[in-house]
């Protein structure tokens, strides 16, 4: 087929309202011969956004008027015009910008001149209307429309059996070539199911399929591995490499994404459930604006922040490194995007027009303003939401309601108990019980140096008016001591006595006061113990040490909630704060206790008294309170009670945790200020707003949306969606047809799939292309189906032997004369290990595995292990995908690095991959649980097990010669020995 | 359909810029055996300098003669103070206590811009070049006339990790290629059975980022730095020792029969260089587990050599010995060698980020540092290896020459303008290029951005910086990005 040539004229200035500016407007001469002479060999430089030499060749006013050198042209005369004398003598294109005119092409710009420069009224030039040598224009291949070509007619007519063999067949023939033989019915079933699966097959199943005689067989066996969940682990694996699927943030902390995995569920839930290609699109672009919502739809956002997050940006005061950041997170989403769907580039206008495509700086911010209001987080807020929809939102709020109410209930019920009852404190590590105690005041004290005791707090301990005493021995004041803390910081109740950093003085910090510290100025960090009390009515705030009012201070109570949280004793825990020293002899008094001197023994309690811990003896890992009971009822009776009651407390709690709101990493979404082009890509310099649209380079479906900067985002999330999935868009359907074919045949037909831009391949096979995606587009844009067609295939069916002359012809095997063979990739070959030793865990979806420990210094660092349990030998597509947190033996075998869009796999050869097969305990295991297993199957006869290893292995039986090769080994060695051989040969690990 | 021409790398299979991808995507791997042999068929060696002893090398490469055939990158993360170390600015201590004004508006990381702060440190004039070294180097200050200072380095970022991934990847983002992953692309190896770029990090942790900042991004993931384990009883690298529950005996008929079944399978696939290259893979492997032991073993190195490197004093000896190891490893053929001096941020501080006390931060990294780095320096020069090999150093970013805070004792972070240095094969000895401003604030003349210090380091490695590329998404990626000028006013 011949696809028609539609020559589309644009002009830069009108780019961004295409309806004008067509074919017909260019009457000949000028639209067909004079126009590309400019566009191709002098727009490139004279245009109207950075004229050289002030000369714009881009309308005919302003070629008139010409440059430093003067007017360009004098209509009528072409010898009196310079543009003439420059493209004649050569010096125009200047070397290295292009190539010398040709006489005729001179002869045609003079006739041209000579005529009077006829100009269709309107008309501006623009060097991304043709391709040329040095880039693509707007007539570039990818961007036309797709027209379904005719199927080719072939010589050899037995061969094709679907329309597909026709058109390789054809191409074959051109070159003078045959396809090879058919392959063979086991080599078949093992390249169609590491193909599909990812997996090999299993001796049963490759005994049926070659006992199935019937015509359909091959048919039915794809339709039995498209239906196996296998399916979409294996292929959403592809897909999640295309949209660099993360699960850690990257950058300073490279934290871990607890909820990431939902996307990947998503993904591989997708595929299985044969998704059409354009509501997956438009799911993962706007599903959490597609009405009506679905969790799906809100999980599939999470493509867009799938890729890394810089955390730290907010810890920045600096406004120039926080927007710098955000520029960057926003080039990274936007260049997923359009690799992604549309295989191009249009990241690379951010600062200038495209270099080689026919993007102006434009699109690129225009395509910003679609996803200007997408966000990794909100401030510090990390992007953990809810999937639940409106409706289960009402559900959920129904459901825990009452929950929560009973649980208050129960909390208030303890809580009236917990006032009768005088509270112990309870030592924070039990593992240093013996050095806790040492000598005090009085009797024994606590050591703050390695540990702090807490309990749960009182309202009554913060009701005005109360006091608090202690005597305590502090060592150092390079930080912080804090001897009593009541509550957390964040509450308005919190109030603690501490002695401050630096200074060491005895302070006191009541964050629910104005002001809310209080400094005594008396330095308490000798090593000598003292006897220091806090007094506070409300109002008057004041400080002793030794008995001597040392500070005085006036507060004012300020708005917020009091939360009730702990009491500790020598430290504040929930933020690290210590106390280096000794603590004896705590009390809290409810009213004004006189302090009148210093108490000469240790201390009783009266009525007054809310708590008195003297640290004498631990009991249980506690310290008793020595406060009497004030209810008639004793003790133990409380303690009973209160032990029901919470009892009650934790059975409750656990009942609002089974409704815990599921969350998804799917980011925030801000409605955003107006987007404007920046000039040179440089903050500093913002251009012209631009609003929302899709690629000004293609006009059918149009890309203009009719959306204002006051949009709402998700309605140009929606819009961009829409026309990306138009049966007409030329990339959409183009690009996923091209990616399939490469994963089934290694190789694309083009071989660039992120790229059908100017740098980019061209197709090998430009007819079949078009063909397969409109088949596709018609076919309901499923997946399966064009599994299908490219399995029906003969091309897809031949044998991987090698053909002499057509490897000589054809080396790269572009035009499929046969099967290419190639080394399966990192995740399929842990996932065959595990399969053929009888380890692999099938569990399906769910949150990742951790084959690791995590230590936080600032950065997580991610510490790898090996086990054995069946929770790690889940397939790798579930396993964690953190960025530090690689294993050496996937990285081997070229698993790309999380958080960068891997189109394609390398496939490299190394002598670390090979130290990996041959040492790492994981691999050694497998080989190990193959033994073990075959032994248990066939017994101790060498004979059969290697039988045995070589049906499950390779899926075949050993020639008679390797038998007796393998035999020899496994009597002298073992069968782990030979099981470790077949795991590290290179036909366990090739896909033929 | 039209006829277009395509500038795809990898379109026509005769192109040269296919054979580029095709050998990026398959075959560079292979310890560059059969690799070496395929270029001879193809008839592209004629087209490299290809010594015999070098594998892996891309054809065309070096572009040039190199200067240098190998380097280290000693990397001191944290943020060093340019004005306490190598730049030496008196008006700063007339300055001393006074607002800095006339800058526009200052917008240090923390945005709490202090006073201006004069150096913590005495300088002094050293070497017949009459450098200005603080006195935190005592031993690096022997050292000057060995030297090359670029004071105005620029860099985009004021965050930590963003300016580390740029001055190892030249861009801010996770996941680009890193120098020594480019160098490992480009230059191949010399020895197949070591790696071709090797990360020793710091004793006390690795960098804030961690292994992303030797990731190598796109490339093929051999070109990733290999970190080596230091501490003992560790292997250097993952999978290195073959377990002590195999017997040599069972290994070695293992192997045996291994190589047989698959040199039958490549039987099979006559001309397929990766099946013969995995062949070759088992045997470069089964050296690698000599060679990396030997290379990691300082039984030869004289009681002089370690004592010089520090190795006889506790505090020093675990960069002491990393700064020994790069050495050897060097000798050894591997090309590029990155040592870290400094950890990862958070507290207690183990790099250079002297927000508190600068002198206090300092005061300790930096006595980490001077010997050992010195050592090499001198050992380098002694033993006739500095000749063709560059040593270079660097942090990711200077620190304000106003204290962060009013009061403050500690400065913040400075991505305007700071110093880093080299030494070795084809550099101007004791020369300084670039000067900053009165303060050391900004550049007064000649800036070096990142770019052009990473296009000045691949052009002593006798590569041009804009001709080392990599075809990745619709264009062929460089370490410079689309920038970069060599400095070549600091070439010899």
Known sequence: MKPVFIALFFSAALLASVSHARAERDAAPFGKSVAPILIKNCLGCHNPTDPKGTLDLSQKKAMLKGGDSGPAVVPGKPDESYIIERVADGSMPPEGKGKRLTKTEIDTLARWIKAGMSWPKGRVLSALELTTDKRAGVDWWSLQSIVQPAIPQVENSEWPETPIDAFVLSKLEERGLQPAQPATKRTLIRRATLDLLGLPPTPTEIDRFLADDRPNAYRRLIDRLLASPRYGERWGRHWLDVVRYTESDGFEHDKFRPHAWRYRDYVIDSFNADKPYNRFVTEQLAGDVLQPVTRGGLIATGFLVAGPWDEVQYVAASQAERKRAHEEQMAEILATISQSFFAMTVDCARCHDHKFDPFPQADYYSMKAVFDGVDHSQGRTVGNRSILTAAEKKQHAAAIAPINQRIKQLQSQIAVIENQLPQPATLADVKRLSDSLVPGKFGKALNTKVNTASLASQGVFHTPPFTVECFAKLNSKADFNVLVANNLKSSAAHWEIYSFAGEGDFSAYLPGYKPNTVRSGVNITDGKFHYLAMQFDGKQLRLYVDAKLVKEATLLKQAGTEDVGQLYLGGYPPHKIGCDGVLDEVRISRGIRPIDGIPPGPWTADENTLGLWRFDKINHNQFANFVPSQSGKNAKQLDTERQVLNEQLQVTQQELKSHTIPLAYIGYRNQPPPTHLLLRGDLKTPGPEVVATGFSNITTPNPQFGLSSKSPEGSRRLKFAEWATSPEHPLTARVIVNRIWQYHFGKGLVKTPSDFGFNGGLPSHPELLDWLATDFVRHGWSIKHLHRRIMQSAAYRQSSAINQRAAELDPDNRFLWKFSPRRLEGETVRDVLLAVSGELNHQIGGPSFQPFTVTVFNTHFYHLFDSEKSQYNRRTVYRANVMTGRSPLLDAFDCPAPSISAPKRASTTTPQQALALMNDSFVLRQAERLATRTQETVGGDANKQVQQIYQRALGRTPTRSEATDMVTLVKQHGLKTACWVLMNSSEFLYLK | ?492
């Open chain 2, 1 to 492: 359909m039209m006829k277009h021409q395509s500038n795809s790398p990898i379109e026509t299979p005769q192109s040269f810029l296919d054979r580029r991808g095709f050998l990026g995507n398959a075959a560079t791997g292979l310890g560059a055996v059969a690799l070496a042999w395929m270029l001879d068929r193809d008839g592209y060696s004629q087209a490299a300098e290809k010594p015999s002893s070098v594998t892996g090398r891309l054809a065309g490469i070096p572009h040039f003669p190199p200067k240098a055939k190998r380097c280290i990158h000693i990397f001191s993360p944290g943020g060093v103070s340019h004005v306490d170390t190598f730049d030496y600015k008196p008006e700063l201590e007339k300055l001393d206590g006074k607002k800095l004004s006339g800058k526009g508006k200052l917008d240090p990381f923390f945005g709490k811009p202090g006073v201006l702060r004069k150096s913590f440190y005495k300088f002094k004039q050293h070497g017949e070049s009459g450098s200005w070294i603080s006195e935190l180097f005592p031993h690096l200050a022997t050292c000057v006339d060995d030297m090359t200072f670029f004071h105005t380095l620029v860099t985009k970022s004021s965050s930590h990790t963003p300016a580390c991934f740029q001055m190892n990847t030249g861009f801010t983002m996770n996941s680009f290629p890193s120098l020594g992953s480019w160098l490992s692309y480009g230059l191949g190896t010399e020895n197949n059975s070591l790696p071709t770029f090797v990360v020793l990090p710091d004793p006390r942790g690795l960098p804030n980022g961690g292994s992303n900042n030797w990731s190598q991004g796109f490339l093929p993931a051999q070109h990733q730095g290999t970190a080596f384990a230091t501490a003992v009883g560790q292997q250097p690298i993952a999978n290195l020792k073959t377990p002590d529950s195999i017997s040599t005996a069972s290994r070695d008929a293992a192997r045996r029969l291994l190589k047989k079944v698959n040199r039958q399978f490549a039987g099979q696939f006559p001309g397929d260089n990766e099946l013969a290259a995995r062949i070759k893979s088992y045997e470069l492997a089964a050296q690698m587990q000599t060679s990396i032991p030997e290379a990691v073993d300082f039984q030869s190195e004289s009681a002089a050599t370690q004592k010089m490197y520090g190795l006889d004093n506790k505090k020093l000896a675990g960069f002491g010995k990393n700064c020994l190891l790069a050495r050897r490893l060097l000798e050894r053929g591997v090309p590029f060698v990155q040592v870290y001096n400094g950890g990862a941020l958070g507290s207690p501080r183990i790099n250079w980020d002297a927000h508190e006390d600068l002198v206090r931060n300092h005061n300790n990294q930096g006595s980490l540092l001077d010997q050992p780095a010195a050592a090499l320096l001198k050992d380098l020069k002694q033993r006739g290896m500095l000749e063709d090999t560059l040593v270079f150093w660097s942090s990711e970013f200077g620190r304000t020459p106003f204290t962060q805070g009013e009061g403050g004792k500690g400065r913040d972070h400075h991505p305007l303008a700071f110093t880093t240095w080299m030494a070795g094969a084809g550099l101007k000895p004791g020369y300084h290029h670039g000067e900053t401003d009165e303060v050391g604030y900004q550049p007064a003349i000649n800036p070096t951005t990142v770019y052009d210090f990473h296009a000045t380091i691949l052009h002593l490695m006798g590569i041009d910086h804009t001709r080392l590329t990599y075809y990745y998404n619709g264009l062929n990626r460089r370490l410079t990005d689309v920038h970069g000028h060599v400095v070549k006013d600091a070439l010899a």
